[in-house]
Nanobody, 124 residues
Framework: QVQLVESGGGLVQAGGSLRLSCAAS????????MAWFRQAPGKEREFVAA????????YYADSVKGRFTISGDNVKNTVYLQMNSLKPEDTAVYYC?????????????????WGQGTQVTVSS
């Protein structure tokens, strides 16, 4: 069984930075790509950023474009999310996800494996 484990969440002031990490463990997991989603209290889980390993393509939600950067290592199935210029509206639980097959990057249903999430809180 594959597990994704996130780390790096915490409390930060508005304008600050955090770096989230996600690593796969367990049986060998060959992914087409990996992504970050987030879920704020009372809201739906939403797409944040994704990376596909084949061409190294990256995708971002409009709300984080220019502030967040996704990167990773496809051999290790490790993905990072560098978050800069954080805003209070970025407060959420952030989830890492992996997709085994080519799919629509911004859809939750495209991802086969999910982490447990890490809390990010941005104070004003």
């Amino acid at each position: 069984q594959v597990q994704l484990v996130e780390s790096g969440g915490g409390l930060v002031q508005a304008g600050g930075s955090l770096r989230l990490s996600c690593a796969a463990s367990g049986r060998t997991f060959s992914s087409y790509g990996m992504a970050w989603f987030r879920q704020a209290p009372g809201k739906e889980r939403e797409f944040v950023a994704a990376v596909t390993w084949g061409r190294g393509s990256t995708y971002y939600a409009d709300s984080v474009k220019g502030r967040f950067t996704i990167s990773g290592d496809n051999v290790k199935n490790t993905v990072y999310l560098q978050m800069n210029s954080l805003k209070p509206e970025d407060t959420a639980v952030y989830y890492c996800a992996g997709a085994q097959f080519r799919s629509t990057y911004y859809l939750r249903s495209s991802y086969d494996v999910w982490g447990q999430g890490t809390q990010v809180t941005v104070s004003s």
